[in-house]
């Protein structure tokens, strides 16, 4: 039959035929495309979409104090990000979102807008927020809305030895202290868990890949009790005496194991940094920032004597009444001591007795002696930004030289190093490293106790050790600098010192001063060792840290539980003894070179320094029977009309009405005595 006598309808069917035939061939091979060829990409593809993997965060560790109270802790919040795509109204969401949580509202916008311009899904809201605000944000049971969980650090105590542990970011990485110097162990390691998901981001299965890794909790030597006394004590210091920073020390002598390190000002780590706030005003000022200290220092000179020459505490000393030319340099005491034994130069820190001590050690083994203790090197304390000071090696000291460093002068040193040196004095003559952690755990584990580093090393004999701390004995006497420093039922030793602070502008020192003392007790058997120094003060030493020591001291053997060893009748109220004349290590060699800057030139042209003024009460003038008036807060007419019926001399500084005065009130006062006010408005 002829095709084109075929029916219209078979044609059509024929067509149709041939068209599905051609049809279900493509969809055959875009199976085989699609099943096959493309298969796991594909697969993998639809993985992406359906399955997550989401980082469970893994606890960071917490730290204790000695005692197993918690200094630091994780705790768990919520954080609250947006899918920007996925909001209704920005505008709406940005006034809700920024009244809820506190946030800035224009800045949230730009944010959302910036977001979906580029495509992006995910924008932070609010990190680590309080309970109080993730329970108003779930009330609104918004879609675009998510919470993740997240840990926030707490800090119970608030600024508690806050310069020591540091603190955290926003990620809970530590960026200072302890935080910082255990981030390694106190970071845990983070799970993982797989989700799988619909088309509406419904989790339908999900599966634990691996678990979290809890940080290792670490135990602290520091004893928070010790901690909180030398704390308040500090600060109220700093701010009575006007100074403009403090820092203290606390060790066990036996075990160089941190007791209490306490800086002032603090901060409290439970707020995070701001924009705008440096790092470096949340420093541990007790390690970082070096000083020249001073007096404090003779007991390194003394030591070494002791070691090297055929001094002893018993021999004679002529301190030329208060004056002496070292090189056409006159150099001044702080009083006019005629003939003193070396105990006696400690005891009442006489510069001259000092350095003639010193010239007689010579500066090699000066050197070597302020090395072995330590000084000029750092301890290597588990903590970040630890200074070591500074000690000119040899062939950058010049003549007078000898008579600097033998008074604390043209050498720096921290807080710590002065307490590591008055641990070597108070242990029997051994140098130990600075112990700050005491052990490590992972929760579930048993404890790793964290061992010494290195072994103590020999520094001094032990019986010169010995024959320091009973020369020591003498300077917390009513004829010592530092009556204010003894102790109630304990024995008790230290060191004054009073170190001019050199002004690098003028290339002079000031009349402000580094106050500090070390001390240790009881003095037979020490178990405390307590530096403590305060920056920019007008008293003295024995003044401002001495009384600042005592009370440290008394409250930490109270809770160590040390036994009393001085009989009650031989308490010594302290505001019944007067107060000793004291030194000013100052540049009575025509200037010393600050520690800190070696190439500054000496301060003081000409070379010859006038008296300190500072130092005008001189316990070898007879007393007149009348006591040192209170001029503190009168006017300088009232002032002198008190005064002049008293018959004493009165020499000032500023302007104003009375804000300081030396002697203290009270004091006997002496035929001939000046005394020294600054005024201030």
């Known amino acids: 039959m002829d095709a084109r006598a075929e029916p219209l309808t078979t044609k059509r069917l024929r067509i149709l035929a041939r068209s599905s035939l051609i049809w279900g061939v493509l969809i055959l091979c875009r199976l085989v495309q699609l099943q096959i060829v493309r298969h796991d990409e594909l697969r993998k593809s639809a993985q992406q979409q359906q399955d997550r993997e989401i980082e ?63 495509g992006r899904g995910f924008l932070w809201v609010k990190r680590k927020l309080s309970p109080e605000e993730s329970e108003r944000i779930r009330h609104f049971n918004l879609d675009w809305l998510e919470f993740r969980p997240e840990s926030r650090r707490f800090y119970p105590n ?29 970071e845990g390691r983070p799970g993982v868990v797989r989700t799988s998901s619909d088309v ?9 890949f691996s678990d979290p890794q809890p940080g290792k909790d670490i135990t602290l030597t520091i004893d928070e009790r010790i901690q909180f006394v030398a704390e308040e004590t500090l600060r109220e210091a700093v701010i009575g005496n006007h100074c403009k920073t403090g820092t203290l020390v606390a060790m066990d002598p036996n075990t160089g194991e941190i007791l209490a390190l306490a800086s002032y000002p603090t901060f409290d780590p439970n707020k995070q940094l701001e924009k705008g706030d440096s790092i470096d005003d949340r420093a541990n000022l007790a390690i970082s920032s070096p000083f ?37 340099r006159v150099i ?48 290597g304390i588990a903590l970040p930004g630890e200074s070591g000071g500074v000690v000119r090696p040899l062939k950058k000291w010049i003549p007078t030289s000898i008579g600097s460093v033998a008074m ?19 242990n029997g003559g051994l140098l130990i490293k600075p112990r700050i952690t005491l052990k490590r755990q992972r929760p579930g584990n048993e404890p790793d106790p964290i061992e010494p580093e290195a072994a103590p090393v020999r520094v001094i004999r032990p019986e ?125 060699l025509g200037g010393p070179r600050s520690a800190l800057d070696d190439e500054a030139g000496p301060p003081v042209a000409g070379g010859t320094v006038p008296a300190p003024a500072e130092q005008n009460t001189v316990a070898s003038l007879a007393p007149t029977g009348k006591v040192v008036p209170d001029l503190r807060g009168l ?15 009165v020499e000032s500084t500023g302007s104003g009405i009375v804000r300081e005065q030396q002697p203290m009130p009270g004091s006997p006062l002496r035929q001939g005595e000046r005394i020294r006010v600054e005024l201030g408005r």
Not at 69 to 95: Q, W
Not at 408 to 426: D, F, N, P, Y
Not at 491 to 520: L, W
């Open 200 to 208: 509406k981001k419904n989790v339908f299965a999900s599966q634990v």
């Open 56 to 118: 469970i965060q893994a606890p960071r560790g917490v730290i204790f104090d000695r005692n197993g109270h918690r200094l630091a802790m994780s705790l768990p919040v919520d954080s609250v990000c947006i899918n920007p795509l996925k909001v209704p109204d920005m505008m709406v969401a940005a006034d809700l979102l920024s009244r809820e949580l506190q946030v800035s509202h224009d800045e949230l916008l730009g944010k959302m807008a910036t977001a979906i311009d580029r």
């Open 292 to 328: 020249e200290p001073g007096s404090v220092f003779k007991t390194v000179t003394l030591s070494a004597a002791l070691e090297t020459t055929r001094l002893r505490p018993e021999s004679l000393i002529d301190c030329g009444m208060g004056v002496m030319t070292l090189f056409h």
């Open 408 to 426: 604390g002068h043209e050498v720096s040193t921290t807080s710590l190093q002065l307490a590591r040196a008055g641990v070597v004095i108070a």
């Open 464 to 588: 010169t050790a010995i024959t320091m701390r009973r020369i020591m004995m003498g300077v917390v006497t009513p004829s010592g600098t530092a009556p204010n420093a003894h102790l109630d039922g304990y024995t008790s030793g230290g060191k004054t010192g009073s170190a001019q602070i050199y002004d690098f502008a003028a290339h002079a020192y000031t009349h402000k001063y580094n106050a500090s003392f070390v001390g240790f007790a009881p003095a037979n058997n020490p178990r405390i060792v307590i530096a403590v120094t305060l920056n920019g003060s007008s008293l003295f030493g024995g003044a401002v840290a001495g009384p600042v020591f005592r009370k440290v001291a008394m409250e930490a053997l109270r809770y160590m539980e040390v036994p009393k060893d001085k009989p009650e009748d031989e308490l010594v109220p302290v505001d019944a003894v007067p107060a000793a004349p004291e030194d000013v290590s100052i540049a009575d």
């Open 158 to 186: 608030g600024a508690l030895a806050a310069n020591l542990l540091g603190g955290v970011d926003h990620d809970e990485k530590g960026n200072g202290g302890i935080e910082l110097s255990l981030e390694d162990e106190l």
């Open 635 to 649: 006017t300088v007419r009232a002032m002198l009309e008190r005064t002049s019926t008293l018959g004493a001399l």
């Open 332 to 379: 001044h005491d702080a009083a006019r001591h005629g003939v003193l034994t070396v105990a006696e130069v400690l005891q009442k820190s006489s510069n001259i007795g000092a350095i003639k001590i010193g010239m007689q050690v010579g500066d090699q083994n000066l050197y070597e002696y302020i090395r072995r203790f330590g000084f000029g090197e750092r301890t």
